[in-house]
């Protein structure tokens, strides 16, 4: 079982984590935006999940698998700027954003966490981050590595879903005070499309790592 002290100082390097601004940040608050509470909510949803894989991932030696193949990280990054692309492109082609009141659009919850949950997965970065990070507050005296890396992937989780869907909440307002305004539905695509092509961009012009993997900072997430 992991300490107290451990899991408070975890619990800290998490939050500040989550308070610098990154790819799941821009991800939750452009669907608050675009679909509202729902919708952000629907992305907390979908980073949680993918962060629950690559726990397993990272405590199952998967994620070593994959890291020690050079060429995966730009397989990786190359298919998740594709799917961001893919995003942005159906986002401009989407018939509106999110309506108070109205009832789902096939552009609902359920699609919208698979997106999340996808956009997550094909980010090496993410999958480097918990390589790196978890294993930081493993002390192997307390019992099974494994075990220990899995508690703290939950814990992860469980914080990412909670302040996630506090930010989609908080962007799903703005959402809706700019349903409200002419034009608003086009300015909500496009900027959800705008964002996608971002971090399109950014997996594109990522360095694949050349330092050992115990030296590469702890971000990303």
Not at 155 to 176: E, H
Not at 185 to 203: D, H, N, S, W, Y
Request: hydrophobic letters at 55%; proline letters at 7%; one cysteine or more.
């Amino acid at each position: 079982m992991i300490g107290l002290a451990t899991l408070s100082l975890f619990l800290l390097a998490v939050l500040a984590l989550f308070l610098s601004p990154g790819p799941n940040m821009a991800f939750v608050m452009s669907h608050g935006v675009a679909h509202g509470p729902r919708g952000g909510f629907a992305a907390a949803v979908g980073i949680s999940a993918a962060d629950l894989v690559h726990t397993l991932f990272a405590a199952t030696g998967v994620t070593a698998l994959v890291a020690a193949w050079p060429p995966a990280f730009d397989v990786l990054r190359y298919a998740g700027a594709l799917y961001l692309v893919w995003l942005a492109i159906q986002a401009l082609r989407s018939g509106g954003g999110f309506r108070p009141g109205a009832q789902a659009q096939p552009a609902g919850f359920g699609r919208i966490v698979r997106m999340a949950l996808l956009n997550n997965l094909v980010n090496p970065k993410a999958l480097l981050f918990f390589m790196v990070f978890l294993p930081q507050f493993v002390d192997p005296t307390r019992g099974s590595v494994p075990l220990q890396l899995v508690q703290l992937g939950v814990v992860l989780s469980v914080a990412a879903l909670a302040f996630n869907t506090l930010l989609g909440a908080c962007s799903g307002q703005v959402g809706r005070w700019l349903q409200q305004r002419p034009g608003a539905e086009k300015f909500q695509r496009t900027l959800l499309a705008l964002v996608m092509i971002g971090l399109a961009v950014r997996l594109l012009l990522l360095d694949r790592p050349s330092a050992p993997l115990s030296a590469l900072p702890a971000q990303g997430h």
